[in-house]
């Protein structure tokens, strides 16, 4: 059953009909709800493709019924053909002209144009590194917040989300059988049996047909995921109703004897590697807010703030952490946004626990980019010469933009303003653990932290809901 997860997480192409068709490394599907986009466009015109030849293949259905309806009635009628040799000659004109039609028709090919369009959309589908990206935000996120395997599979994040349809038993099954790779055996459990909860929607032996796994294959799993939680009476169970199904099968007969020998001499079993458990830690913590000295006013400090005084909030003193409410307006975002989407691109330089495409722009790619550097710089006092580059940054699933998921991140900047360009629905938290500081995304506004003696330790949570986007500019 793993060489199945092997080749269904593996496959580096795509082959139909002999022809091997290339891919791309990673379209990053899985790092950007942006890229997500064309892949919901992909989707449509793939549907569109399917519907065109489900109609070809009713226009070409419908003749042949035409065709057997004809012969029918001429067999129907053959008491006439002694009675009135004239109708004989329908007979043969029916056998010599339209039998060789008849013929013509079954050896026509079918949806040729369909097949050419479908085949191209293959290039253009995700490929094994995005499949591999997605698996792992999902781990990232049940780990992180906890998240119940029914509750993920069937839409509850805060409440039911209507517009989103439960997980089949493909969803569930391929999670199992990841956790079960990775020697989580617990979770492993828990999605290979919603996997058998959601068979039953598999009403169709037909549609059975079609899949790369069937029922044996789950029982399989189920084996093992029970063996590894030292559960072996559950995993005889599963392994007896799978030789009932295949008396023959090898690898089960193998298993029985020794389930029954660790039933009754149990082992001592290893425990999991444990991961993101500093992320873990971090967002699962609640903040309270802190009362004090820390002030919120308007500040009017430049000659541009004295026109359009701006709410700051200090957040922290020391190290300093100040957040700007309303710093942009939402026509200046949709700029910011429409500049950077054909400059996004995976950092390659960062962390795998990043999951997120940025946009480098520079000033003098927009006038609205000139214009936030220039305001920054202006509100926080920093050169004007220093940094000219605005990085736009787009989420993905379960994203995040750490550059480690260690206490003590490799990379260190004098100061960071940090803009958020859209809200989040749950997630994409920055959190300053030295300071139990947790500051929730904000459409427009803009959080600014002074790092001169790296005190000022960030770390963002993974995002669970929302398409969302930020602007960082590190400042030196």
């Known amino acids: 059953m793993l060489l199945l997860f092997v080749v269904v997480t593996a496959c580096l192409g795509f082959q139909v009909k002999g022809d091997v068709v290339s891919a791309p490394h990673s379209y990053d599907f899985a790092i950007s709800s942006e890229a997500q986009l064309s892949l919901l466009k992909l989707k449509e015109t793939q549907v569109n493709n399917l519907q065109s030849y489900n109609k070809v293949l009713k226009m070409h259905l419908q003749k042949i019924r035409g065709a057997i309806r004809h012969s029918e009635d001429l067999l129907n009628t053959t008491t006439n053909f002694h009675s009135n040799l004239i109708f004989g000659y329908k007979v043969l004109r029916h056998m010599h002209i339209d039998w060789p039609q008849y013929l013509r028709l079954l050896k026509k090919d079918l949806g040729t144009e369909q097949i050419a369009v479908s085949q191209k959309l293959l290039a253009q589908q995700p490929t094994s590194v995005d499949f591999e990206e997605s698996m792992g935000a999902m781990r990232r ?136 458990e500093l992320q873990k830690a971090i967002c699962s913590k609640r903040y309270r807010r802190k009362s004090g000295v820390l002030v919120c006013r308007y500040v009017d400090w430049t000659p541009f703030l004295k026109l359009a005084p701006l709410k700051m909030e200090e957040l922290s003193m020391k190290p300093h952490i100040s957040i700007f409410y309303r710093f942009l307006g939402t026509k ?102 030295s300071r139990d500081l947790k500051v929730r995304p904000r459409k427009g506004s803009m959080l600014v932290w002074v790092n001169l003696k790296k005190s000022a330790i960030y770390h963002q949570c993974p995002i669970l809901k929302g398409n969302v986007w930020v602007a960082n500019k590190v400042l030196n």
């Open 141 to 276: 996120l049940q780990t992180v917040y906890d998240l119940e395997s029914y509750a993920m599979a069937e839409g509850f994040i805060d409440d039911k989300d209507k517009n989103i349809r439960s997980w089949s038993t493909d969803e569930c099954l391929i999670l199992g059988l990841m956790y079960l790779f990775l020697g989580h055996y617990n979770q492993s459990e828990n999605w290979l049996q919603l996997a058998l909860y959601y068979y039953e929607d598999y009403l169709s032996p037909e549609e059975l047909k079609m899949k790369l796994w069937n029922y044996s294959n789950l029982l399989e799993s189920l084996v093992e995921a029970n063996k590894g939680l030292g559960r072996y009476l559950e995993a005889k169970k599963c392994a007896n109703e799978l030789l009932s199904i295949n008396p023959n099968h090898t690898y089960m007969l193998t298993q029985l004897p020794k389930l029954k020998y660790l039933q009754s001499n149990p082992i001592k079993l290893t425990k999991p590697k444990k991961f993101f």
């Open 332 to 433: 200046d975002i949709e700029v910011l946004k429409n500049v950077s989407r054909p400059k996004l691109q995976r950092d390659k330089h960062l962390s795998g626990n990043c999951s997120c495409k940025i946009g480098n722009l520079s000033s003098s790619s927009h006038d609205v980019v000139r214009k936030v550097n220039e305001l920054i710089l202006d509100i926080t006092g920093f050169p004007s010469k220093g940094n000219q580059m605005l990085e736009v940054i787009n989420y993905g699933i379960a994203g995040n933009y750490n550059p480690d998921d260690t206490a003590q991140p490799r990379k260190h900047n004098k100061a960071n303003a940090f803009i958020f360009l859209s809200n989040a629905g749950k997630g994409g938290e920055i959190v300053f653990p």
